[in-house]
């Protein structure tokens, strides 16, 4: 998997040092390096993501400040369908099977159909083209027509 980070900066967390993710490092390249509370400056990453989930939080929040973990999965979500500029999509479609997840909306407001919608536009200019060529080549056998000595019948 060559489009794995060589390195990985990882919690001290049972989920993180099992021996499943010191197996899956191993078979993928990746070396783990484990950061702490007292120093998360080890993972810039990591640091980036705890800004933009205060931030969010910081507008949702409610004013006694006891309602943030309840808008922490809503953040989550934010954050995946967002356009990320390192991968120049959002996480979602870089790893949900290169499609949006579905939401109340998406679920409730019908899509039209991409693919028969561009064909009908397809095939609507197909018709105005053959119409086109149709009209001038009755144009052509009618001036043919004119200059000729012989009747023509139309």
């Known amino acids: 998997m060559t489009y794995l980070k060589p390195w990985s900066c990882m919690e001290h967390h049972v989920r993180f040092t099992s021996t499943f993710a010191k197996e899956l490092c191993h078979l993928t390249g990746i070396q783990q390096l484990t950061s702490t509370a007292f120093h998360p400056q080890t993972d810039g990453q990591t640091e980036r993501t705890n800004r933009i989930l205060e931030e969010y939080l910081h507008h949702y929040i409610n004013p006694t400040q006891d309602n943030w973990d309840t808008l922490l999965v809503a953040a989550e ?4 369908n967002s356009y990320q500029e390192s991968i120049k999509t959002t996480p979602f479609i870089m790893l949900n099977y290169g499609q949006h997840p ?7 407001i019908p899509t039209p159909n991409l693919a028969a919608h561009n064909f009908n ?3 609507k200019e197909a018709v105005r083209n053959a119409k086109s ?3 001038e080549a009755q144009a052509k056998q009618e001036a043919l027509c004119r200059l000729s000595p012989y009747p023509c019948f139309l």
Not at 77 to 80: C, M, R, V
Not at 102 to 108: E, N
């Open 102 to 108: 579905l939401t109340p909306l998406s679920v409730d």
């Open 133 to 135: 060529c149709l009209v």
């Open 121 to 123: 536009l397809c095939l």
């Open 77 to 80: 979500f934010a954050i995946n």
